[in-house]
């Protein structure tokens, strides 16, 4: 399909291009809430950020702004994806990183000001992770959660015995 989605699943390089440019903006707020004066900012951005977060991970992958920035500009650029991805885990993902940037955001608002940088920088490790290594650390976490029974898919046979994006194929089995 040409936006870089479909039933199947999604164009894997589309969640690999949102974790860029959420690198680029949590690292702009990890700086903004360690530097004196300019926290308030930090926090602001690491809040929009969190919203960003809550978007892909509730509304769905494939309604993130960046998916959609994705498809319409840079998808057809690149030639067809090897693979589809089945957008459940990076979604989860999104769910992951709103609860991590929320967290800091949140503590930071009631007099906890290392939260905001400290969650920041937890979700920067992750987005470069992602970005960067292609190693989805929300997407493992939900595999690993789907195996052990902790949260249920809707094709949970498949999905507990497929490998996310960054693991070792011996993560399947």
């Known amino acids: 399909m040409s936006n870089g989605s479909s039933a199947a699943g999604i164009d894997p390089r589309s969640p ?4 860029s440019i959420t690198s680029v903006l949590l690292a702009i707020a990890l700086v903004l809430t360690l530097t004196a004066g300019a926290e308030p900012a930090g926090v602001l951005l690491l809040a929009l950020i969190a919203l960003l977060f809550a978007w892909g991970g509730f509304a769905g992958i494939t309604r993130h702004p960046y998916g959609a920035l994705f498809r319409r500009v840079i998808r057809p650029r690149l030639d ?18 709103f609860v991590i940037t929320a967290l800091g955001v949140l503590l930071a608002l009631v007099g906890i000001p290392a939260a905001a940088p400290i969650g ?14 292609d190693i989805c650390i929300g997407c493992l976490l939900y595999v690993w959660l789907l195996r ?8 949970s046979a ?3 015995h497929s490998t996310p994006r960054g693991a070792p194929e011996s993560a399947a089995e």
């Open 158 to 160: 498949s999905a507990a």
């Open 16 to 19: 690999r291009f949102g974790a």
């Open 120 to 133: 920041a920088a937890l979700a920067l490790v992750a987005a470069v992770l992602n970005s960067v290594f």
């Open 148 to 155: 052990v029974g902790v949260i249920r898919s809707r094709d």
């Open 80 to 97: 067809p994806p090897t693979a589809l991805e089945d957008p459940a885990a990076p979604t989860f993902a999104q769910r992951v990183g």
